[in-house]
């Protein structure tokens, strides 16, 4: 698997990602009826977008290709991304409703992607001490977070729950590297995000939470 062309090719990609993950948004059933985030595709296209515009071609193409081989099978990833995430936020009901129709998560799989949220958490560790209001208007980075809302961690879990084996090695294979290098990859998250947003930066963004 080779990179991108140029960066125009790069960014179709992504784009056609996000409206593969918004259409499967749409599907999915929250036990307390529609959830007004299904109805907000700014929002959700700058979040996905600021996740994915921090990947490399490598990790983009090869999750491009889940979702397409998700598609074939019939497989809805969001609503798996989300069912996961109960095994914390409602475990009764994930052990009795959910767990039975997931796909098994093998030990190997489960390895990588423990190791790639511990990464995870610890960048936004970095920015929560850096940046505290930008922080706070977030979700809690661990679970177990008393605010009631679903923290970094689970939702990172959940999430990678849902990605190839390969797809998780690259991503190991880029955290590994960006921990080497000192390099926080959810700093390059956010700021995208902040910018699609207005703002002109990180800092600006802080100074006017």
């Known amino acids: 698997m080779f990179g991108f062309k140029d960066e125009e090719e790069r960014l179709k990609t992504i784009e056609e990602i996000i ?12 036990i307390g009826g529609r959830a007004s985030c299904q109805d907000d595709w700014n929002t959700f296209h700058i979040m996905r ?8 071609d490598l990790m983009t ?14 497989r809805n990833l969001i609503m798996e991304k989300y069912a996961y995430m109960m095994e914390y936020t409602d475990p009764q009901y994930y052990k009795s409703e959910l767990e039975p129709h997931l796909p098994d998560i093998d030990s190997e799989s489960m390895n990588m992607i423990k ?3 511990w990464y995870m958490i610890d960048c936004e560790k970095e920015i929560a001490a850096k940046y505290p209001k930008l922080s706070r208007s ?7 977070d008393a605010s009631g ?12 729950k849902t990605y190839s ?8 294979d880029y955290v590994r590297a960006n921990r080497a290098a000192g390099k926080n990859a959810a700093m390059l998250v956010q700021e995208t995000m902040v910018k699609m947003y207005g703002y002109s930066s990180i800092e600006d963004a802080e100074s006017k939470m």
Not at 19 to 30: D, G, I, P
Not at 49 to 56: I, L, P, T
Not at 152 to 159: D, H, L, R, S
């Open 19 to 30: 409206k593969s993950e918004w259409n499967m948004f749409q599907r999915v059933n929250n």
């Open 138 to 144: 977030g979700r809690p980075i661990e679970a177990g």
């Open 115 to 117: 190791e790639i949220t």
């Open 149 to 160: 809302f679903t923290s970094v961690e689970t939702y990172a879990e959940g999430e990678l």
């Open 61 to 74: 193409k090869s999750y491009a290709k889940d979702m397409e081989d998700a598609l074939k099978q019939g």
């Open 49 to 56: 977008f600021s996740q994915f515009s921090a990947w490399n």
């Open 165 to 172: 084996k390969e797809t998780l090695r690259l991503y190991l």
